[in-house]
């Protein structure tokens, strides 16, 4: 069986020790893990789906900007981190598995180790508190 | 090939009356192959007595470093064929991306910390910088990978014929997990040890040792032997033992990871002179 690359698996378990949401994507964009933070807005339990395909976990939001305007894929911190390697932030909305829209805060990075291959890119989001 | 277990103490070496069996001299293992060539795992203070125990016409020599942590090193300039330049030497170690090989063994082989510098050492000397790769010594197919243990660190597993030994003995795959073992794919040094003949792994800590010293890099033995089950070894030597354990409580370690986790593979103690005879 295939092995994640030992900077992944730590991301993983630090991932499991934050409170804060957070995904692992692998180079191939697959959601390789989610923690329990993550699984509140997903409205998925890891343990249920294990890897999710890129095509079917990047389907599941609609990130859109403040006035509703959809975001492309390429303007997401996600995959700036995976594609250029390098860190990105962006605060935009998103529509959760309850049709109701969450703003957040997103800051993803590239995942590069000792052997100086890109391994993964890890997002961490913080949602901004409304009062409605 | 034969394995031969020259110093399995980890840390810092621990001559006494207390560790005669295990012995003092910490990490290092050599290989010998059927056609002569000659592995060495690590160069912590047991290279000494293989150098003196090398046959005369050696003519090659590879020596494969996990990592570069003193006890792993402090051998290195005592280890007779990096005087002798009729000898060839290649040294595989991490790479870093910080600094070459090199740079970073000179940082120990260098005044003021030794009194020689390693390119006064033989002229025949060359290194070599590994993560992630598959690569051959003579009929030797190695595989190194990153584990997970402070600054980079690799382990190997080396194969000859349908023969493999794993060789991980600084490793702390359990660090920040919330439960372990856990799936192989999530496992660090899984692929290294997956269904290995024999696996040369860290069990320097009892449990209750284990938990004011997480994240030195080190498993605790009950982990140690359950992450060998999940490998599915069939042969399993505790080794890097802690300076601090005398033979009688090593014993007694291995005694009670045997009772708690009811291995399935054969248990040898990791004892400094134990030889070990795999395949041919």
Redesign the interface.
């Known amino acids: 069986?295939?092995?994640?690359?030992?900077?992944v698996?730590?991301a993983?378990?630090?991932a499991?020790?934050l409170a804060l949401p957070m995904f692992i994507v692998d180079p191939e964009g697959n959601l390789i893990f989610f923690n329990e933070p993550a699984e509140a807005i997903l409205g998925l339990r890891f343990g249920d789906t294990g890897l999710l395909p890129a095509s079917e976990w990047s389907t599941m939001f609609e990130p859109v900007e403040k006035d509703g305007k959809p975001i492309s894929p390429e303007e997401l911190p996600l995959v700036i981190a995976m594609t250029h390697s390098h860190p990105a932030h962006k605060g935009f909305w998103i529509k959760d598995l309850d049709n109701n829209m969450r703003q957040i805060e997103l800051t993803a990075f590239p995942v590069i180790?000792?052997?100086?291959r890109l391994s993964a890119a890890v997002a961490i989001f913080w949602e901004v508190p409304h009062e409605d | 090939m034969k394995i031969s277990l020259w110093g399995t103490r980890g840390s810092l070496a621990s001559p006494g009356p207390d560790t005669v069996r295990y012995g003092g001299n910490t990490s290092c293992v050599s290989i010998e192959g059927p056609d002569g060539s000659w592995l060495v795992l690590d160069a912590g203070t047991g290279i000494r007595n293989l150098g003196q125990n090398l046959p005369a016409d050696l003519k090659r020599v590879d020596i494969l470093l996990t990592h570069l942590h003193m006890d792993h090193l402090q051998g290195l300039p005592f280890f007779a064929p990096l005087r002798n330049p009729e000898v060839e030497t290649h040294i595989w170690g991490p790479a870093s991306t910080m600094l070459s090989l090199k740079e970073r063994l000179q940082r120990y082989v260098s005044p003021p910390l030794f009194p020689v510098s390693i390119r006064d050492l033989s002229p025949t000397l060359h290194f070599h910088e590994l993560s992630i790769d598959m690569f051959e010594i003579g009929k030797f197919c190695i595989i190194s990978q990153l584990v997970i243990h402070p600054n980079p660190t690799v382990g190997y597993r080396i194969s000859l014929n349908d023969k493999t030994v794993t060789y991980l003995p600084d490793h702390e795959p359990m660090l920040g997990a919330r439960t372990f073992p856990r799936s192989p794919e999530w496992t660090s040094g899984y692929a290294l040890a997956d269904g290995a003949d024999l696996l040369i792994h860290d069990t320097q800590f009892t449990n209750e040792e284990h938990q004011s010293r997480i994240g030195f890099g080190h498993s605790n033995i009950v982990q140690a032997f359950e992450f060998a089950k999940l490998a599915e070894v069939k042969h399993f030597v505790p080794f890097h033992h802690d300076p601090a354990h005398t033979d009688d409580q090593i014993d007694g370690m291995i005694t009670d990871a045997v009772q708690e986790t009811h291995p399935f593979f054969d248990i040898t103690p990791g004892l400094e002179g134990l030889t070990l005879q795999l395949g041919d």
């Open positions: 069986m295939a092995q994640f690359e030992v900077e698996i730590l993983r378990h630090l499991e020790n180790g000792q052997s100086g």
